[in-house]
């Protein structure tokens, strides 16, 4: 047995030795709310994690007039104090690739509190589940990402390439965190974020960026209704010809990457508020949401079709020729990305997964942005997503990971990043 | 030419020569925002105009366990410290019948302020018409009921009946500003309500209530917007639902005091709020909105009827037989009202009407509800609704009133107080 195939037993064996640490590790980070402005007590946990990997670790609070200035920088806030980023590094002997794992440790609004079984910060165990929100998306991931780590350092290997651990605030909101990474210099040959891809590797990811749209009515007395222009129903119009718009640009799709993505790049209308009287008519509803990039077009040219489209409403209803709507593209944008499906980081992920599973693992399309978009094309990083966990649970109440998973994905980052980076024998 | 008929005449002849008088105070009034909560300043306005006409005040706070356990009681709020009612009576000489004058002072918010072309408390006089919230509903018609009282008293017209003049708050909300001085005693033998009726006589009205209907969805992430239920698409689903009931409802109305009204009683859903993120499919909406209640049902029917067309959602979507839709009855209530086509009361309106304008007046129900179903079912008083002002305007941006109208009623109703009290000669 070659020195590679013995350290990934030791490795394995390790994993299967050290599962309690894990998951404490994950309840710990889970019981942390770290919606936006709250990161700072589950980076404490990071921080902690890393010192005692003996990792060098960088925290910082991300800003600057470069940083707020960059085209890439979208936030729906331009003050980050108490919201801290935090990277750990793993420095290698030289002469190998090095290697990003890059993970958010931001997590969405829990929701409706009362459709969870369990309190949305219980990091609560049943059943080989943790319960959670952002068990899945993506605490899960990054505790896969510590424990490789852990591994590597408890087992004393040493690898020739950097291996560079980020925790990063604000992908939720369009990966600021990750931007600010970058312009402090963090770049290299290949990057990993394992978002919850139900164990699916995506070479591809779909892109993405929040609207807002104004949507004017008239306002009258509510008993007489008929002398006023109702926002709440024009809003109803504009909602059904978004969905014509998604159908007409999925109906494009074609890469077979995307082939059981039932909408590879949706349109997601998220909040919606309007009218301020229960008797009045109400003149004025705004609908927030998420407009689904393809990785084959361009940022702008996905604004001016929805921009276009928007301003068709004319032909669906004349009153939008008298007020058309509004539309605002704000807070949070998720640029789309792609590396070749035979790139290197991918051969070596697939090699892996197939080792530790046993299995051929599914290549597709992410059915949503990560931070991967911004690595590859603004940090000239290739990144390949993958992970534990699935979406359909993500941003859901009851929100859960299968611990297994977990362990699973940090057996096979493991043995990648060694395969990637080299070992120093 | 008889006493009555001369004294109709300087009445007349008074309003003509006091003009300025009149708009001044409507200006002052509008000027003074007495949204609810804000009512202060412009009571105090009345208060000095009343003091200057020589009538008893009585001025206080709603509030106490009989009131606020009361079945008709019903605001959004229990607490009224800063927003007094105000009554200002006329002694009668003995013998003649009482009158009470009865308006609102509270106004419903300005809206979207950017389709205001005046400032919605500017007060703003142009072409004869005076811009601002209020101005109809009913600022405009206090001024009719204080104009009248004016040139009663510059004229030293003695009555024989009390004469009893109301600014009471929370009419947009329910009428417990009524329904406190009901309880402090304030009847009558009939009342006028100079709500904006476009200078049409309602001997019958339109009851009406606030509804909330929660919505719910089932989150997941907007990128896999297909994993979860949408509340908004559902939400749509049952703003159509309403719109069938209130057309089924509109179809049984049958008086022809209802024939000009293109829909006697609406449902009107006057706000929406829902989701709480641009990137998650929305669990939860909230609607809400004002149910017409028709003078020929009682308010309970209403409700149930109301509340068994929602349990009839899951018959079109099978998905509300799962998650389905709860309402609640909150805030406002406004009782329906109505009195007989020939009560003396009507008649006197109508003929004075004719003196003054000319023409026949048009006898119709309320597209709305108002404080005279309070009147005449808790106050044992009967009640007509007559005023200046159109109820287009009412609620509106861009709200206003003609002036001209609210000498008009000015004058009619100064008639008919002469009328139906009794001249003490």
């Known amino acids: 047995m070659d020195v590679q195939s013995t350290v990934k037993n030791q490795i394995h064996e390790w994993l299967k030795n050290n599962r309690d640490q894990g998951v404490h590790l994950l309840v710990e980070l889970v019981k942390a ?5 709250n990161e700072k007590a589950a980076q404490k946990i990071v921080i902690e994690t890393l010192h005692d990997l003996g990792l060098d670790v960088d925290v910082w609070e991300q800003g600057g007039e470069e940083f707020l200035n960059h085209p890439y920088f979208v936030s729906p806030r331009t003050e980050f104090k108490g919201s801290p980023n935090v990277v750990g590094i793993k420095k290698g002997t030289g002469g190998g690739r090095s290697l990003i794992l890059n993970g958010h440790i ?3 609004p829990a929701g409706d509190v009362e459709q969870w079984e369990h309190h949305p910060y219980s990091g609560k165990v049943v059943d080989g589940k943790l319960y959670g929100r952002g068990a899945t998306d993506m605490k899960g991931g990054n505790v896969s990402l510590l424990l490789a780590l852990a591994a590597l350092q408890s087992l004393s290997i040493k690898l020739k390439g950097d291996v560079i651990f980020q925790s990063v605030i604000e992908e939720e909101s369009g990966g600021s965190g990750t931007l600010s990474a970058i312009l402090r210099g963090y770049k290299a040959d290949a990057a990993i974020i394992p978002e919850p891809t139900n164990m699916k590797i995506f070479p591809k990811q779909q892109g993405s960026m ?3 749209i104004h949507v004017k009515g008239r306002s009258a007395h509510g008993g007489t209704r008929y002398e006023g222009v109702s926002a709440i129903e024009k809003a109803m119009i504009v909602i059904k010809h978004l969905r014509k718009l998604e159908q007409i640009r999925n109906e494009r799709i074609s890469d077979p990457l995307y082939e059981k993505v039932p909408i590879p790049i949706p349109i997601n209308v998220g909040t919606i508020e309007g009218g301020n ?4 008519v109400p003149d004025y509803v705004k609908l927030e949401g998420r407009f689904g990039v393809s990785p084959d077009e361009t940022i702008d040219e996905a604004k001016s079709e929805m921009e276009n489209w928007l301003l068709a409403l004319k032909d669906v209803d004349p009153y939008f020729a008298e007020q058309p709507v509004s539309i605002e593209w704000f807070g949070a944008r998720w640029v789309p990305g792609a590396i070749e499906t035979d790139h290197d980081i991918m051969k070596d992920l697939i090699a892996n997964y197939q080792k ?6 599914i290549v597709e399309a992410a059915p949503w942005g990560t931070d991967g978009g911004l690595l590859t094309k603004v940090g000239a ?3 390949v997503v993958f992970g534990p966990g699935v979406t359909e649970k993500a ?6 990971i299968e611990i297994e998973k977990v362990f699973e994905a940090a057996e096979i980052i493991a043995f990648t990043i060694i395969d990637w980076c080299g070992l120093d024998e």
């Open 395 to 400: 941003h859901h109440p009851n929100e859960y």
């Open 277 to 280: 009287w229960p008797s009045s």
């Open 106 to 108: 931001d997590v969405v």
């Open 381 to 383: 990083t290739p990144t």
């Open 210 to 212: 929040w609207f807002r």
């Open 356 to 361: 530790v599973i046993g299995e051929v693992p």
């Open 33 to 37: 709310d770290s919606t936006q402005g």
